[in-house]
């Protein structure tokens, strides 16, 4: 039984001040996480902050990014031991945001894969198609490429550990959401997938998540379908009541 995981990025939004007011709110609302591991993707500055508002929290902390190097002259980048310092337990790597803005590849996604495990951190790895890409047909094709070039060199032990996030990039910020049933066979597909590199028994330990215009209103019916282990949610978990009923939703 995989545990549900839902996480709020929060991308380029809220300063540290309004960061702390968001979980003093949040905590306010929820008093129970049991039966889903809750995420803040926070921007770097806001991290160390909510490292210690969260002290005794079961709610984790991710970055949204990090550079594949372990330290060096590469001016605004953040390393790995950086981020595990500063309280992160998961980074998202490979978000569509950065590979159509900041240059990202598969090659890079992998590296980046890497030098998350080597410092403890549990990659969020993102995967997804373009419009183009769904009208075309080749969306699984796609995203199996993805997923096999992320995944290179990562063992059979590390890979239950990480998160894969299927985010059809035509649904993100839209208000276009993937039909929970189209989803959900896209993530079997990527769990087909990692089966055919790990074997079953690891695929089915692998959490996958849905992200593209989650909502209170439409996550219950994702979480209902079996491949979906939860969500990576943008605009939507930014308020902090929104993002208590998206928790509470994920619950499956
Ligand atoms: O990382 C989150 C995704 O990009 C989804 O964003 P959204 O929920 O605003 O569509």
Known sequence: MRKPILAGNWKMYKTVSQ??????HLQGLVDDLEGVDAVIC??????YALKSQLEGSSIK?????????????YTGEVSALMLQDVGAHYVII???????????????VNQKVHAAFKHGLLPIICVGEDLSQREQGTTKQ???EQVRAALSGVTADDVTRLVIAYEPIWAIGTGKTATAQDANEVCAHIRSVVGEMYGKEKADGVRIQYGGSVKPENIEELMA???ID???????SLDPGSFAKLLQGARK
Request: hydrophobic share 35%; charged share 20%; aromatic share 8%.
């Open 142 to 144: 796609l995203v199996e």
């Open 19 to 24: 960061s702390l007011s968001f979980v003093e």
């Open 61 to 73: 902390l991710a970055a949204q990014n990090l550079h594949q190097a372990e330290e060096g002259a």
């Open 225 to 227: 379908q079996p491949d």
């Open 230 to 236: 939860g969500a990576l949610v943008g605009g939507a």
């Open 94 to 108: 490979g978000h569509s945001e950065r590979r159509q803005y900041f240059g990202e590849t598969d090659e890079s």
């Open 42 to 47: 926070a921007p770097f500055p806001s991290l």
